[in-house]
């Protein structure tokens, strides 16, 4: 089995190598994506052990998968769509969906005035700061998982709208107002409860 060369590599045709059997695509693959899609699932399960198994499920599943693959969308997309699958079947399978805050009771009403725009600004500053990113983990344990999934997507992977969308299945309306509730909860989180950020005036 001769490696593939990093050299003029052309995806298309390391997936349908794949897809035929060619263990160098494979690999090929599994090596390109294994930190991104790790990285997905840490953020959204919150725990190490269960990312491995994210990750580790999600490349059995791709070598298994890989033939339905049509091309309609970014080879990584479709693998993204994968591992949030994964992700949020454990999740669910864990229960985690009864210790959470939902985010759709009365309470929430008062928030739909505001506007995207109130979520912290240049949040990747605020992610190179380790006490930010210690307030952000505690606030995401009380997101549930559906909104947690969005959010991971769209503000910490910086995946598009649309490509969001067709990851979750969700119309790009319906992603976007995901986004909104959960960062608005989370902003809340973090002004009230954890004392992290400040709210704008009149919040």
């Known amino acids: 089995m001769k490696p593939i060369k ?3 590599i052309n995806e298309t045709e390391i997936v349908e190598k794949a897809q035929a059997g060619d263990k160098s695509a494979i690999a090929y693959l599994v090596n390109t994506y294994s930190s991104r899609i790790y990285s997905l699932a840490l953020r959204i399960m919150r725990h ?28 990584y997309t479709w ?3 994968v591992a949030t699958n ?4 454990k999740l669910r399978e864990k229960k985690y969906s009864d210790k959470t805050i939902s985010i759709d009771e009365p309470d929430f009403q008062s928030f739909k005035g505001y506007q995207l725009s109130e979520w ?10 380790e006490a930010f990113q210690n307030c952000l983990t505690m ?33 790009e309306a319906n992603v976007k107002v995901r986004l909104m509730r959960a960062r608005l ?19």
């Open 86 to 89: 994964v992700a949020l079947g």
């Open 6 to 8: 990093s050299q003029s």
């Open 120 to 129: 912290p600004d240049h949040l990747e500053e605020k992610l190179d700061d």
């Open 79 to 81: 693998l993204y769509r």
């Open 139 to 171: 606030a995401m344990e009380e997101l549930s998982d559906n909104y947690r999934a969005v959010f991971v997507l769209r503000d910490l992977e910086n995946i598009s709208t649309r490509e969001t969308s067709a990851i979750l299945n969700l119309t």
């Open 48 to 75: 190490e052990e269960d990312a491995e198994d994210v990750l580790q499920e999600t490349f059995i599943l791709m070598i298994r998968k890989i033939s339905t693959f049509s091309g309609k969308s970014s080879f």
């Open 185 to 203: 909860f989370l902003r809340d989180q973090l002004a009230n409860h954890l004392k992290c950020v400040g709210l704008p005036d009149g919040a």
